[in-house]
C-alpha cells in the first residue's frame, strides 16, 4: 500500500484560501487515483474531491465546486486541494485517500488513508 502524509491545514476566516497537499510514498504513485475527504465533529465522513491517475478527470462533492480545485503533480508524488472563499461550514479534518483503478467518491473503496489535517474557518 502506499502511505500518505497531509499537510497544509490550518485556521483562516471566512473568505480565506488554503491549499492541502497530500505527499505518497511506498508505491508508484501514478498508479493510484486520489481523493479527498473530510470529517467534521459529530459528522460522517464525506467525499470532497477526486482525481485519476493521470489527474484528467476529476470530481466535486456539490457544496465545494467552484470553489475547490484537486489537482495531482505525479513527479512529485503529491496531490493537492485548493480552497478557495472556504465557508464556517468546511471546518473538519481533511484526509487524502488511495485506490488503484478508477477514482470514486465512495470511501469504502479506498484502502490506503493518511492521518488527516485539520481546517478551521471562522466566521
Known amino acids: 500500500q502506499v502511505q500518505l502524509v497531509e499537510s497544509g491545514g490550518g485556521a483562516v476566516q471566512a473568505g480565506g484560501s488554503l491549499r492541502l497537499s497530500c505527499a505518497a510514498s511506498?508505491?508508484?504513485?501514478?498508479?493510484?487515483?486520489m481523493g479527498w475527504f473530510r470529517q467534521a465533529p459529530g459528522k460522517e465522513r464525506e467525499f470532497v474531491a477526486g482525481i485519476n491517475r493521470r489527474g484528467e478527470d476529476t470530481s466535486y462533492a456539490d457544496s465545494v465546486k467552484g470553489r475547490f480545485t484537486i489537482s495531482r503533480d505525479n513527479n512529485k508524488n503529491t496531490v493537492y486541494l485548493q480552497m478557495n472563499n472556504l465557508k464556517p461550514e468546511d471546518t473538519a479534518v481533511y484526509l487524502c485517500a488511495a485506490r488503484s483503478g478508477y477514482y470514486s467518491r465512495d470511501q469504502a473503496h479506498f484502502p490506503s488513508w493518511g492521518q488527516g489535517t485539520q481546517v478551521t474557518v471562522s466566521s
Open positions: 511506498g508505491r508508484t504513485f501514478s498508479g493510484y487515483s
